[in-house]
């Protein structure tokens, strides 16, 4: 209850072997002001909207 998700744009993630884990470019200030919602508000209509927003945040190109 009360969960706040944060989208973050498939092309910024990198697996990294040694951590067992993805790593992204960003500073943990900058993924602490992104957007996130409610699990709801993330795939409210068809989510186009929110993942133009995520995208627009993190300056990320919006492929396929």
Excluded: C, Q
Excluded at 1 to 22: A, C, F, T, V
Excluded at 38 to 44: F, G, K, N, Q, W
Excluded at 49 to 57: E, I, K
């Amino acid at each position: 209850m009360g969960e706040k998700y944060h989208p973050i744009p498939w092309s910024s993630l990198k697996y990294d072997e040694r951590e067992g884990g993805y790593a992204v470019p960003f500073s943990r200030e900058m993924l602490e002001a992104a957007p996130a919602d409610s699990m709801e508000a993330l795939i409210a209509g068809n989510a186009m909207a929110y993942r133009d927003r995520a995208y627009d945040y993190y300056h990320a190109r919006v492929t396929g």
